[in-house]
Structures are given as structure tokens and as C-alpha cells.
């Protein structure tokens, strides 16, 4: 709005994040084979990457919901699904152009996260689950869960300022 209001930016915030845990849940059993064959990280940081994995938010039904909602957007013209991955694509683009390194690391692995998640979700063909979990890169996957944190503590913030 004209005095920096956008009250639609937290729900926007939850949408977001519902498609990332959709995501996450789509390459939950990935992840664990992962960490079960010593291939992330440390034991400490499998364990706690196992209790992230095995939280029942990952299987409440609104995950279900954002990601059905997607699929049926990306569905109805397949422009949908082209325009997404070409605004993708433009986001990675403007992180280049970032001055502060550190700003442009940090926002070229949510866009890499986010990513990851739509193609988890929507697949190749915008029908969702067309997508061999087997086939994504450990970088996108490490950037998925990346981006769920840093949405998790987006969220967080905007709680506690509620909150205030």
C-alpha cells in the first residue's frame, strides 16, 4: 500500500513456506537414505536433520492443499508453469547484480530452494510428482532445506512482531 502496508506479505510468507515443506516431504525419503549412507554431514546434523524429517507438520493436510493449489494453477495454462520458471531464472539473474556477497549468497539459495521445491511439487509437465527425487542435486537439495529454515525463521520474526 501507499504507506508500505502489503497485508497479503505474511499470508504470502505461509503460501511459501507451505510449498517449501512440500518440497521437503517430497524428498523426505531421499534425504533419510542420505543421512543413512553418511552422505550429510555429521551425525549430529543428521540426527537433527531426522527430527526435522520426521515432525508431523510434514504431513499435516494444508502442505497438501498449497501444493494441490499449485499444481491445479500451473495446470490450467501451461504459460503458468513457463512464466514461473523463467521468474526463477530472473531471480537468480538480479541476485548477481547484489552488491553485499554475503546478500547475494544467502538470496541466490532461497531462489535455489524455492526452485527445488517447485520442481518437486509441480514436476516437469506442471501434474506434479514426474520428478525422480533420486535425480536432484545434493546442492538443491542442501539449498531446499536451507530455504525452509530461513522461511522458518521469517515466520518467527513476523510472529514475534505480532506479538509487539
Same mark, same amino acid.
Given at each position: 500500500?501507499?504507506?508500505?502496508?502489503?497485508?497479503?506479505?505474511?499470508?504470502?510468507?505461509?503460501?511459501? &513456506?507451505? $510449498?517449501? $515443506?512440500?518440497?521437503?516431504?517430497?524428498?523426505? %525419503? =531421499?534425504?533419510?537414505?542420505?543421512?543413512?549412507?553418511?552422505?550429510?554431514? %555429521?551425525?549430529?546434523?543428521?540426527?537433527? /536433520? =531426522?527430527?526435522?524429517?520426521? @515432525?508431523?507438520?510434514?504431513?499435516?493436510?494444508?502442505?497438501?492443499?498449497?501444493?494441490?493449489? $499449485?499444481?491445479? @494453477?500451473?495446470?490450467?495454462?501451461?504459460?503458468?508453469?513457463?512464466?514461473?520458471? &523463467?521468474?526463477?531464472? %530472473?531471480?537468480?539473474?538480479?541476485?548477481?547484480?547484489?552488491?553485499?556477497?554475503?546478500?547475494?549468497? @544467502?538470496?541466490?539459495?532461497?531462489?535455489?530452494? $524455492?526452485?527445488?521445491?517447485?520442481? /518437486?511439487?509441480?514436476?516437469?509437465?506442471?501434474?506434479?510428482?514426474?520428478?525422480? *527425487?533420486?535425480?536432484? @542435486?545434493? *546442492?538443491?537439495?542442501?539449498?531446499?532445506?536451507?530455504?525452509?529454515?530461513?522461511?522458518?525463521?521469517?515466520?518467527?520474526?513476523?510472529?514475534?512482531?505480532?506479538?509487539?
Amino acid at each position: 500500500g501507499p504507506n508500505g502496508e502489503t497485508p497479503e506479505a505474511v499470508e504470502n510468507l505461509y503460501f511459501t &513456506m507451505m $510449498l517449501v $515443506l512440500s518440497g521437503v516431504r517430497a524428498a523426505r %525419503d =531421499r534425504l533419510l537414505k542420505d543421512c543413512n549412507e553418511g552422505k550429510v554431514g %555429521d551425525a549430529q546434523s543428521c540426527e537433527v /536433520l =531426522r527430527s526435522i524429517l520426521n @515432525h508431523p507438520l510434514l504431513d499435516d493436510p494444508s502442505i497438501e492443499a498449497a501444493s494441490s493449489r $499449485l499444481i491445479e @494453477h500451473a495446470s490450467k495454462d501451461s504459460n503458468n508453469l513457463w512464466e514461473a520458471r &523463467m521468474r526463477t531464472r %530472473d531471480l537468480m539473474r538480479i541476485m548477481n547484480c547484489v552488491q553485499c556477497n554475503k546478500c547475494r549468497f @544467502h538470496g541466490k539459495i532461497s531462489t535455489l530452494g $524455492l526452485s527445488t521445491a517447485m520442481q /518437486l511439487t509441480i514436476g516437469q509437465n506442471g501434474l506434479g510428482s514426474d520428478v525422480d *527425487v533420486n535425480k536432484i @542435486h545434493r *546442492v538443491e537439495l542442501a539449498a531446499l532445506v536451507t530455504a525452509m529454515g530461513k522461511f522458518s525463521s521469517g515466520i518467527d520474526l513476523c510472529l514475534d512482531m505480532q506479538q509487539q
